[in-house]
T-cell receptor
Framework: SQQGEEDPQALSIQEGENATMNCSYK?????LQWYRQNSGRGLVHLIL?????REKHSGRLRVTLDTSKKSSSLLITASRAADTASYFC??????????FGAGTRLTVKP | DGGITQSPKYLFRKEGQNVTLSCEQN?????MYWYRQDPGQGLRLIYY???????QKGDIAEGYSVSREKKESFPLTVTSAQKNPTAFYLC???????????FGDGTRLSIL
């Protein structure tokens, strides 16, 4: 079963706009991670946020975590056409593996 | 550069045939994973290995087999018992528990 559920399933925006993706999960976590996947490629790790953190930044990425609501959001500011990809959240529901959601497919139009 | 190499990029299987997907890493990671990705879906765990000569079933291990004879290598065999093998297969490794996973670029398996 999937632990993380991303919302929306698909998002289309214009270059320069901000993109926000959400992730909800069901069980307690130690950390939550966001990954990016370009079409036909493997996943690339973007950012890890621990359960005792509320917000984390990396370049144009901002991740928030609300453990009381069991949810996280990924914000990409000033999006570029090159940000077009699928974005996945993953949670460490079990000790030795991460559980991935179905992803949000982001399209940034030039 | 360190990384994970999966081969081949595309693979075709005939009915009743076993095929093996290769995964090699030079990151010196102990843990390695195999995932299956179907269109529009997330990743589902097939097998994982925490250390050489040890591996555990994931959520969808039926019809698949693995070996871990070397730290660097974690091949996946898709057996004829897997009736719906068409998917994108991803191999990953990690340096430790709950750490970020590093992924290869996948193998796309199709049925002839």
């Amino acid at each position: 079963s999937q632990q993380g559920e991303e919302d929306p399933q698909a998002l289309s925006i214009q270059e320069g706009e901000n993109a926000t993706m959400n992730c909800s999960y069901k069980t307690s976590i130690n950390n939550l991670q966001w990954y990016r996947q370009n079409s036909g490629r493997g996943l690339v790790h973007l950012i890890l946020i621990r359960s005792n953190e509320r917000e984390k930044h990396s370049g144009r990425l901002r991740v928030t975590l609300d453990t009381s609501k069991k949810s996280s959001s990924l914000l990409i500011t000033a999006s570029r056409a090159a940000d077009t990809a699928s974005y996945f959240c993953a949670t460490d529901a079990r000790l030795y593996d991460m559980r991935f959601g179905a992803g949000t497919r982001l399209t940034v139009k030039p | 550069d360190g990384g994970i190499t999966q081969s081949p990029k595309y693979l075709f299987r005939k009915e009743g045939q076993n095929v093996t997907l290769s995964c090699e890493q030079n990151l010196n990671h102990d843990a390695m994973y195999w995932y299956r990705q179907d269109p529009g879906q997330g990743l589902r765990l097939i097998y994982y290995s925490q250390i050489v000569n040890d591996f555990q079933k994931g959520d969808i291990a039926e019809g698949y087999s693995v070996s871990r004879e070397k730290k660097e290598s974690f091949p996946l065999t898709v057996t004829s018992a897997q009736k719906n093998p068409t998917a994108f297969y991803l191999c990953a490794s990690t340096s430790g528990i709950r750490q970020p996973q590093h992924f290869g670029d996948g193998t796309r398996l199709s049925i002839l």
